[in-house]
């Protein structure tokens, strides 16, 4: 990281100079940082939001859940298989690379090569270059959802990232959890710079001064991202004035924040899953769907909302909320004590058993203390649990490695559409295709895999809603997952910091277009 920090210093110093007087600095804190600078490595929130402030999309997604034009300025159908877009002129790279088409082809096949966002896109896209300008998405079959997976596609500096390493390795090795040059160096189109990075102390960023869209009003031209876990320390850091802009804030505390008169609450409804995942490889009795049913069944959801969120999220009986195509309000939450005891008493498992379980303490609201009553409810049913609790960047490794009988997993569906759900929390693993991806439970099921497939070719919007209930459904009898809530979303602020012109459901502020008057 030190390398980058000098090579980009200069870059940095001019982007300081050739700001206005009404700039301003920014300090953030959130409950964790990005655990690589690859914007490939590892699909999460905190990949994405990093992935918004250094490099840019081809498109972006609206406030209106429409599409933004970004570093492509217009795209049209050409034909059923195929969408043009058209790439802005003249945008720069970090490195002083301007950026072409070929640098989307480069970044779109190294992004369909990762494990997490290959199944992004259908098996057989691909990218065909036009010209510099130009460049067409193309799939095999009519795909609906092409514009809301082209908002993963955030162009990498193909020449910064060609040739060898100081370890002679290729620059552009995808490497998952891994120290590799991608890993530690960046070169994007983005507002942001990357000028110091010590991995969950603090990520210094600068503006750029070549970035691209000169119209955007926003005027933060520095922002510290302090990663702090604790709830209570993070909220007391606002209020006390230590830094500006916070996430998330538990709902502890939202009136804290709304009665203190230097800062504000914003707040929207939420559409990130959060579950637990059971293990059928490591686990015998799981594989007895009366199992599952039983576990689903003793857990009060419903309770864990209203006791430990305080109110602030939805229980869920499915996997995709309300407005999404899969939604149906009749899968509610069915926490039912006495029928979980009778099924486990059907299942011959009446007498329990032992069983592992892991979960964050820093990556979802209130994680540690949801699986901690998760436990106590499952011992109800003589299920007793020997449960671990660790940070975000110590989790997902061990999440990676199946390390335990339940692991807890949130999920905001990366295409706005419950099919991704599917494709990434229960679908039958599948290492090609990226379907299964973050599946630790091992659930597999050929025919409800097989419908959404055929809902990813079906463009009649009817059609496709009627298959993806059918999914939903089908997962709920089967308890192939147990659901928790959808968690809404909160964000603290200090007076001044237009926070609500720059926050959205999927939680990747655009902070390059924040705009922050003075203290």
Not at 100 to 120: C, E, G, I, M, Q
Not at 245 to 264: A, L, Y
Request: proline share 4%; charged share 25%.
């Amino acid at each position: 990281m030190k390398k980058l920090v000098k090579s980009l210093a200069g870059i940095a110093l001019a982007s300081s100079l050739a700001l206005s007087v009404n700039a301003a600095s920014l300090k953030i804190a959130y409950d964790s940082d990005p655990v690589s600078l690859d914007p490939h490595e590892q699909l999460s929130g905190g990949t994405l939001q990093m992935s918004h402030l250094t490099f840019d999309p081809v498109v972006r997604w609206g406030k209106d859940h429409g599409f933004e034009a970004r570093l492509a300025e217009k795209w049209e159908r050409v034909d059923d298989n195929t969408m043009r877009f058209h790439l802005r002129k003249g945008v720069k790279f970090h490195s002083g690379n301007t950026l072409s088409a070929n640098d989307v082809k480069w970044t779109f096949d190294r992004l369909v090569s990762s494990p997490d966002f290959k199944a992004v896109f259908p098996a057989g896209t691909e990218i065909k270059v036009v010209n510099d300008q130009t460049f067409d998405i193309v799939t095999k079959q009519p795909y609906p959802l092409i514009l809301n997976s082209a908002t993963y596609i955030f162009p990498m500096d193909s020449k910064f990232y060609s040739g060898k390493d100081d370890k002679g390795r290729d620059k552009g090795l995808l490497k998952k959890h891994g120290d590799s040059f991608a890993s530690r160096n960046q070169s994007g189109t983005g507002p942001y710079i990357i000028t110091e990075r010590q991995q969950g102390v603090k990520v210094q960023f600068e503006r750029f001064a070549d970035y691209w869209d000169k119209k955007s009003p926003g005027n933060v031209d520095e922002i510290t991202l302090t990663p702090i876990k604790e709830n209570a320390t993070r909220v007391a850091a606002l209020l006390s004035g230590g830094v500006d802009f916070i996430f998330p804030v538990p709902p502890n505390d939202h009136e804290r924040i709304k009665r203190n008169g230097d800062t504000d609450l914003v707040t929207l409804t939420g559409t990130r899953i959060i579950t637990f995942q059971l293990n059928q490889e490591r686990v015998e009795a799981f594989k007895d769907k009366r199992v599952r049913q039983a576990i689903v069944h003793a857990i009060n959801n419903e309770g864990i909302v209203k006791k430990i969120m305080k109110g602030f999220a939805t229980a869920a009986g499915q996997q995709g909320p309300e407005g999404y195509a899969g939604f149906s309000e009749d899968l509610a939450p069915r926490y039912d004590l006495k029928k979980a005891k009778q099924l486990m008493k059907e299942a011959g498992y009446e007498k329990g058993f032992t069983i592992s379980m892991m979960a964050p303490n820093n990556r979802y609201i209130n994680d540690a203390k949801i699986a901690q009553a998760v436990a106590g409810m499952l011992r109800k049913i003589n299920v007793t649990v020997d449960l671990k609790t660790m940070p975000k960047a110590q989790y997902w490794p061990s999440f990676d490695e199946r390390a335990a009988d339940i692991m807890m997993i949130g999920w905001h569906a990366d295409t706005e559409d419950s099919a991704n759900f599917t494709e990434y929390l229960t679908a039958c693993a599948d290492a090609d295709s990226g379907w299964g991806q973050y599946n630790s439970g091992n659930y597999c099921n050929t025919a409800v895999d097989s419908l959404v497939k055929a809902a990813g070719k079906e463009t009649d919007p009817a059609k496709r809603t009627e298959m993806l209930q059918k999914v939903e459904r089908e997962l709920y009898e089967d308890a192939a997952y147990v659901p928790l809530h959808w968690q809404n979303l909160a964000w603290g602020a200090r007076k001044g910091v237009k926070a609500e012109d720059v926050v959205n459901v999927m939680n990747f502020p655009y902070l390059g277009d924040l705009v922050v008057s003075e203290k």
